[in-house]
């Protein structure tokens, strides 16, 4: 059986299908991504031997009126595209996951009459998917309140978690780090590039830990552009810190991490969750329709982890959020439990039974 996993972009898309794409695999289930040339997704999937179909498209909103009205002229021939490539195909289900490319790709499968099943992995649903969903035979979510913005019945599956990340443990991440274990582990990071508002805060409030330097240890994914700087930071401070463009293995980094400081993508906030990490988010302020601060108030609200707005981040604040956290491990404990209430580590499987239900269901017949 052939499944067409549709979307990627960024990592929050790109992740929960590489999970998904792993356990159709495990279930001997033939998936294919079909994304951008511009996103992580062949890069990541080819690393792992998943077939990859690229269309060309381009983002809509948020654009300025030039770049809308070129990406505008793409569509048809990205649907024209996707039409071929599932006719090539023949996939019995199509997943759309989120990104550029599930738009076309989903619409493909619903004119060739293909089960749909489409995944939002945020709170606040995108475009696409909100006039996906309108057409689509299964609708699943990552959080319970997303089904009243839909108006259909969905399934609230999670977000899928890839399995290294959920079976990692703190010894090992520590070892993997080289990272002493009796000390108190943050982990930072801004998503695959980093991000400078975050860096630039860290530095201010590394004068402000002066008394932390024998007790913490940091682990930083700083982006390309601003290790250097980062560096120089650190070393000023002198304590333990573990200073990276970008983190490879995140199983370890989350497995050693005691409190995580970070933006707040949908794949972050099912990480921490799944895994019970205590969390500062920094929502990033120009996410679609605000939807990393909608993300991070969800897990604000069951008490799993404390938001500092971009506008109001400044060195001295985020030193006062660390030191008060951390002088409280009984406090960071009730947070990662309270996070941890929202985890959902069965979603992978979860998801992978709605395809296999779609296409045991199926439609009457496909139309190649």
Known sequence: MKVVLAGGGTGGHVFPALALARELRVREIDPLMIGTSRGLEVATFTAEGFSVEIIR????????????????????????????????HRPQVVVGMGGYAAGPVSMAAVLRRIPLLIHEQNFAPGLTNRVLAKVADIVAVTFDESGSVFGREVVVTGNPVRREILEADRRKGCEAFHLDPGKATVLVFGGSQGARQINSAVAEALPHLSEWQDRLQIIHATGERDRERMGEAYRAWKGEARVLPFIQDMASAYAAADLVVSRAGATTIAEIAALGKP????????????HQRVNAEAVVRVGGARLILDQDLTGFRLAFELQELLDDPSALAEMGRAAQGLGRPQATSHLADLVCRLAKDGRSEPGW
């Not at 809308?68 to 996707?82: E, G, R, T, Y």
């Not at 969390?279 to 302020?285: D, K, N, R, S």
């Open 279 to 290: 969390a500062l988010l920094i929502p990033y302020p120009f996410a679609t329709n605000d």
């Open 57 to 88: 498209v381009e983002k809509l909103k948020g654009m300025n009126a030039r770049t809308q009205a070129k990406s505008l002229v793409l569509l048809p021939q990205a649907l024209i595209h996707a039409m071929q490539l599932l006719r090539r």
